[in-house]
């Protein structure tokens, strides 16, 4: 038996009680999973599986020496979760050491940051990320006070280890925050 989305989403929940960390996972879904229908079709659920339980650790378990490591042990002790989703939820945690080689781990990576970076950005804008233009985000980039925690150089990290412009990136990402929006809040 495998984990459906569907159950992920359980876990998750189960996991993390903060409204905006949920929609930080969700929208990161959002993002994998459409990549995914782009490269690996077939792939596209496990994609969507590791981006709704790559930070389920991260609410009781954030420090460094925990996170993602807590996640990454229950579900390998589940047994219904792919060693692709596990190894690429380790993977997006750069100081576990755990390389990223395949293209899940490179995209879950790579969306990690941007996605709420981009969430950010469409909560500035009256219309929100329905009128959210890719010059804006590129301009929030550049100001390193806005969404100060956000790590810039994950997000360019991420465009190169996926082979991609980062203003192609950014868009991709918008356009699959765009389409889910009602579900996602946004």
């Known amino acids: 038996m495998t984990l459906s989305v569907d159950q992920a ?27 995914a229908e782009r490269i690996a079709p077939e792939a596209a659920d496990r994609w969507e599986i590791a981006g709704l339980l790559h930070d389920m650790d991260y609410e009781r378990h954030p420090t460094v020496e925990e996170h993602p490591f807590v996640a990454v042990e229950l579900l390998k002790s589940r047994g219904d979760v792919a060693e692709e989703i596990v190894q690429a939820i380790l993977a997006h945690a750069d100081y576990s050491g755990e390389p990223r080689e395949t293209p899940l781990a490179r995209h879950l990576f790579a969306c990690d940051e941007l996605a709420g970076f981009i969430v950010a950005c469409s909560r500035v804008i009256p219309e929100g990320i329905r009128d959210l233009q890719l010059k804006s985000v590129r301009k929030k980039l550049k100001n390193k006070k806005f969404a100060a925690a956000v790590n810039r150089d994950d997000i360019r990290v991420g465009a190169e280890q996926i082979g991609l412009d980062p203003d192609v990136h950014i868009q991709n990402c918008i356009d699959a925050l765009v389409a889910d929006r009602e579900r996602l809040g946004l």
Do not use: I, Q
């Open 9 to 35: 989403r359980t876990l998750m929940h189960e996991w993390v009680e903060s409204p905006s960390l949920r929609n930080h996972m969700e929208c990161v879904a959002c993002c994998t999973r459409a990549y």
